[in-house]
């Protein structure tokens, strides 16, 4: 759909705030917050604004993320940026918005896709062997996928799998034709080569997170001999080409000490990643291996070391499980994301395979509005205590209940799991966690309390800056 006139200009005046930025990071930095606060109205995010301000003033470690996310390439540093901050959420985010108080459903902000179910490695607890290696999407459904998704507001796409890269051809072949929009891999990294680099020197708009749990030992146990090995050598190179790429970490009982340390962050630092995503291991498949799921001391260890460096180091690090105090909850069942797999199964969540609708079907609003994703919708947050997002693993009695209401079945391809017997392996733990999680959720002596309990804001289209003015503003700041 061509974009509006006034939203072309709203697009070229942001385009020049960042041109201005990238331009001059360490100059022009704390002009932006300048700028933003003479055009943003002040309630709009206002702590996280003062923190920002403060950190660039204070030349402090989320300053030093900023400068090393600026040590990109210049061209590419400059339509990344476009890319990232303008088209995928400044300008998403109120179509997003419009589109959820419209038509009274989730949007996601992003969509996680399986290009294909294949895989060169074998990694312990991982549910991918469950789809087998023979299902793929193909280039047009993800294309079709995608244009349907901008139509919503959705311009971040994020590959799963399988390992992604097995379909790296068609992945660079989609951030060639959607220009607009950001697109993240996660993947073990045994793909990544000098050509691919050259790949993502010319699109400027792809990112990988690479599988990288803890030290060699961790990560080898897990994911195979030699693994470690190649992960430090791909993210060398995508260091020497100054290509931006984070880790993404499946927190475990075995490799819970290797993550949850300085150490971890530091060697993530120092290979040159800019963030990290933890997930923690959940028992997903008939065949899960339940005792690699956290204990609930190991939790809370990694829900202090993730809240410690935060102040200390420069990367940025996000808990899925331990930061839905931040994020309102379960942002799955399309809130703020969702999964299709290769089979074109809509599911709500990467960890939750069950479905009632299937992408070659029906479209990707028709899908949002399918009864499990209503029950989401309409369930959303699932406990108070924001420390207990999952409708699986902390409340394990509300997923079988959304399963049975809304007829969806599963989609594992090997071994049906019943949604109970799913969440019974993980009634144990969230029987442990409650109290625990409802201590921290309280504690009144902790300086996130006050935060809790302020509504999150949520920026309507009837908020927004004056984008037209912003041009000339940035001008006289500069």
Known sequence: MPMKAADQIKRAAMYKIVDALTSDPEKN????????????PAELFPEQRKSIREAIEDRGNWYQLLMRAMEMPPEFRKQFVRTLAVDANL??????????????CNIPWAILLDPTSACNLKCKGCWAADYGHGLNLSYDDIDSIITQ????????YIYTGGEPLVRKKDIIKLCEAHQDCIFL???????IDEAFCQD????????????AEGDEASTDARRGEGTYASIVKAMGLLKAHGLPFGISACY???????????????WMIEQGALFCWIFTYMPVGSDAVVELMPTVEQRIKLYDVVRDMRFKKPLFVLDFQNDGEYVGGCIAGGRRYLHINARGDVEPCVFIHYANVNIHDVTLLEALKSPLFMEYYKEQPFNDNLLR???????????????????ATCTNLTAQEDAEDLCAKCRGFAEEWEPI???????????RYEKRCTPLVSMSASDLVKFEDIGRTMESLM
């Open 29 to 40: 930095l704390p002009k932006i917050m300048d700028l933003l606060d003479k055009v943003a």
């Open 91 to 104: 300008m998403a985010w109120p179509v997003q918005e419009k589109m959820r108080n419209e038509l009274k």
């Open 149 to 156: 998704g901008k139509e919503l507001g959705t311009h971040i």
């Open 185 to 191: 891999c996660f993947t073990n990294s045994t793909l």
């Open 200 to 211: 993502m020197l010319r699109v400027k708009n792809f990112v990988p997170a690479i599988s």
């Open 252 to 266: 475990t009982s075995q490799n819970a000490e290797s993550i949850a340390c300085e150490e971890y962050y530091d």
């Open 389 to 407: 997002p999952c409708p699986m693993l902390e409340n394990p009695d509300c997923l079988p209940g959304m399963i049975e209401r809304s007829g």
């Open 437 to 447: 999680s409802l201590d921290i959720w309280r504690n009144e002596n902790d300086p």
